[in-house]
Each structure stands twice: as structure tokens, then as C-alpha cells.
């Protein structure tokens, strides 16, 4: 089995008692004696720890493409915090430290693609397709990176600005079904149009 335990950091001292003797004896006693055992269990922690180094060292918004030596002056500086953090005697019993690599721009590439894919799955009943512009997946890119909190942000990006308009767009019936919808940046939000709807347009004008 697995328990995770997420940002623990913001954990309550009791917790990281309890914590120190499950990593050490492999099993957790409560206040009226019953126990439980933690025998074949993978404990996983998460924290934040660092998270303020890693957002002032990234630049725009993304992380420095020099992938090994800032990996390894961002890993140095998060251990370093932990240590500020986490008693000795509570890091000494984790079996690994693991420091994830900042995203790179081709992540969050791969990422907001996926995010897209599932507005565009969930227009196939309507027998609709999207043709998402590379100025308009910047738009997104930018409003859906955080450097503190990563790509978290992502979905409600895509959400505030591409599937929300575009549903209210279809609903107002200025969009037609069956046909491909071309998505641009104008100004400050996305904008939606399509090749038969500047057709009629121009031939009424």
C-alpha cells in the first residue's frame, strides 16, 4: 500500500512524532495500545520546501533551459532548506530525497495539449473541432504557469479562457456546428471564428 502525506511541512508537530515512528519501527502505536502495522507500505511525503528559491531563479515565467548545472544549484538550495525545516533525526530516517526538475517550456507545451485535447473531446458530439493558433497557446501558456505552484494553474486557464467563451459562443449560436473553429488571440482574451461565418459576412455586406 501507499500513503501519502501532502506538503508536509504545514504538518502539526503530532503528525511528524507519529511519522517518526512509522519510518522507524515500521509500525504506529495509538493512545489505547492498538497497533498498526506499516509492514510492505510506501510512505511518500511532498513538500513546498524551496519553492521561493526556485520562483525567483526562474526568468518569464519558465524555467532556464541550462538544464544540469541549475538543476543541481536548485537541488543543493532545497536540501539546504529542508535542513532549516526538518529535524535531523526525521530526515536521517527518509530512505531518498527526490527534487523534481523545474518545467521546461516543451512541458507545459505537452501539458496545455493535453488540457486542450479534452475541450476538444468533449465537442465531438457536437461534431466540432478547434484549430488552436501558436499565439493563442502562448496566451494560455502565460496565464497557466505559475512559478510557485507549476502548471496547477493550466486547467483554469484553459477553462477562464478558451472552454467557457467557447461554450457561451456555441450557445448564442454564433458558431455552427460540423464546421472547424479557428482560435485567436485579440487583446486580452481568445477570440473564435470561422471560415463560413466571415463568408456570410462579407457577402451581406
Same mark, same amino acid.
Given at each position: 500500500s501507499v500513503v501519502l502525506f501532502d506538503e508536509i511541512e504545514k504538518a502539526h508537530p503530532d503528525v511528524w512524532n507519529m511519522l517518526l515512528q512509522i519510518l522507524e519501527e515500521g509500525k504506529l502505536t495509538d493512545n489505547v495500545g492498538r497497533v498498526v502495522s506499516f509492514k510492505n507500505t510506501i510512505v511518500l511525503l511532498t513538500s513546498n520546501i524551496g519553492s521561493e528559491s526556485l520562483r525567483r531563479q526562474t526568468s518569464l515565467g519558465f524555467a532556464p533551459v541550462t538544464e544540469e548545472t541549475n538543476y543541481e544549484k536548485i537541488r543543493e538550495r532545497i536540501l539546504e532548506e529542508a535542513k532549516k525545516t526538518f529535524r535531523p533525526e526525521f530526515l536521517n530516517r527518509l530512505d531518498e530525497i527526490i527534487v523534481f526538475r523545474p518545467l521546461t517550456r516543451p512541458d507545459l507545451i505537452k501539458i496545455l495539449d493535453l488540457e486542450?485535447?479534452?475541450?476538444? +473531446?468533449? =465537442? #465531438?458530439? @457536437?461534431?466540432?473541432?478547434?484549430?488552436?493558433?501558436?499565439?493563442?497557446?502562448?496566451?494560455?501558456?502565460?496565464?497557466?504557469?505559475?512559478?510557485?505552484?507549476?502548471?496547477?494553474?493550466?486547467?483554469?486557464?484553459?477553462?477562464?479562457?478558451?472552454?467557457?467563451?467557447?461554450?457561451? +459562443?456555441? =450557445? #448564442?449560436? @454564433?458558431?455552427?456546428?460540423?464546421?472547424?473553429?479557428?482560435?485567436e488571440v485579440q487583446g486580452e482574451k481568445l477570440v473564435f471564428r470561422q471560415e463560413s461565418a466571415a463568408t456570410e459576412s462579407a457577402l451581406s455586406s
Open positions: 486542450i485535447g479534452k475541450v476538444v +473531446e468533449r =465537442l #465531438k458530439n @457536437k461534431n466540432v473541432s478547434l484549430i488552436v493558433s501558436e499565439q493563442a497557446k502562448n496566451f494560455l501558456l502565460e496565464r497557466g504557469y505559475d512559478p510557485q505552484f507549476g502548471a496547477r494553474p493550466m486547467r483554469r486557464a484553459v477553462e477562464r479562457f478558451l472552454e467557457d467563451p467557447l461554450a457561451e +459562443e456555441l =450557445l #448564442k449560436g @454564433k458558431l455552427h456546428e460540423g464546421e472547424p473553429i479557428i482560435v
